[in-house]
């Protein structure tokens, strides 16, 4: 029965070769944006940038706030714009200890 099939199926398979590569591509794309390491490396670097003087204290905290979003989000990327909404909400609460949260959340991980 199979190789009655076959030739009806053969025209399709590129496309479903096509879909499963963007599946794939998207899965490592959501992989990586809610990696703890990367996120790290990002809240260091603009934690340096501040120092250096090239972002200003409103920057660096939207960047903190973003980043710690998507850490509470971690694998659930579908609900991305109520992790913003969340985390935009707790601004006032995390104040200067969200560079310090995440870095012992990641580094205890």
Do not use: C, N, Y
């Amino acid at each position: 029965m199979g190789l009655l099939t076959l030739p009806f199926k053969l025209p399709l398979l590129p496309v479903r070769g096509l879909i499963r590569l963007g599946e794939l591509i998207q899965e490592e794309t959501e992989r990586q944006l809610h990696d703890p390491a990367r996120i790290r490396r990002e809240l260091e670097e603009a934690q340096w940038q501040r120092a250096a003087g090239k972002i200003s204290d409103e920057e660096l905290s939207r960047v903190e706030h973003e980043a710690v979003a998507r850490l509470r989000t971690g694998g659930t990327a579908s609900t991305g714009g109520a992790a913003h909404t969340g985390g935009a909400g707790k601004t006032p609460d995390t104040g200067g200890s969200d560079s310090a949260g995440p870095s012992r959340t990641i580094g205890g991980s």
